[in-house]
């Protein structure tokens, strides 16, 4: 079985241009949660969806990031524009309909100069 | 407010010496715990969970035992290898909640052979 996939692994960037992260949850998953993790704030929860639809994106850090979830086998995580502190590892995760357990992927690293 | 702390890292050991990592919770009601570790470049991946008091959740070797006493469930393991080197969470998912997990810092664990 595949697991949640994320693309790219790693990404350079400029600060500045637009970043867009993508996530596939494992199929027949229906909440879907993006974190950020960096070595000064550990591991933040940004938003998480449910059958598609956001329920909580209380810790999205500004107006720069923004999430969607079109279909139940997709997402995406844009920043823009970024900036130097955005950089850090964002993993995408996926749960199954009545289950806790949370399946990461193996997340992608990204850095703005 | 829901809350996770957990024993500072890092923690270096010898292979086969004993482990524990602490943890310890803040949480409305009775919520459920869990652990999950990092390998190195991966995400994270559950170990273990416990749901009510008293219950103890073990896999791999490792254990942890929920106390609802002393508000922890500290991770512990007898014989400690190589191979379990990697960075531990604890989590709780609050009893009432939806499906976001909070979280501790992570405690970065280095065994030397």
């Known amino acids: 079985d595949a697991g949640v996939i994320q693309s790219p692994r790693h990404e350079v960037t400029e600060m500045g241009q637009e970043v867009t992260l993508r996530c596939k949850p494992i199929?027949?998953?229906?909440?879907l949660f993006w974190y950020r993790q960096t070595m000064m704030r550990g591991l933040e929860l940004l938003i998480y969806f449910n059958n598609n639809v956001p329920i909580d994106d209380s810790g999205m850090p500004e107006d720069r990031f923004s999430a969607k979830m079109p279909n139940a086998s997709f997402s995406t995580l844009k920043i823009q524009p970024s900036e130097p502190r955005d950089s850090a590892v964002y993993f995408c995760a996926s749960t199954p309909s009545g289950s806790y357990e949370q399946y990461f992927g193996p997340g992608t690293r990204l850095t703005v100069t | 407010g829901n809350s996770v702390t957990q024993m500072e890292g890092p923690v270096t050991l010898s292979e086969e010496a004993f482990l524990t990592i602490n943890c310890t919770y803040t949480a409305t009601g009775y919520p459920s715990l869990f652990w999950y570790v990092q390998y190195p470049g991966e995400g994270l991946q559950l170990l273990l969970k416990a749901t009510k008091a008293d219950d103890k959740g073990s896999n791999k070797g490792f254990e942890a035992t929920y106390r609802k006493e002393t508000t922890s469930f500290h991770l512990e393991k007898g014989s400690v290898q190589v191979s379990d080197s990697a960075v531990y969470f604890c989590a709780l998912r609050p009893l009432q909640g939806a499906q976001k997990l909070v979280f501790g810092q992570g405690t970065r664990l280095t065994i030397n052979p």
């Open positions: 199929s027949g998953h229906n909440s």
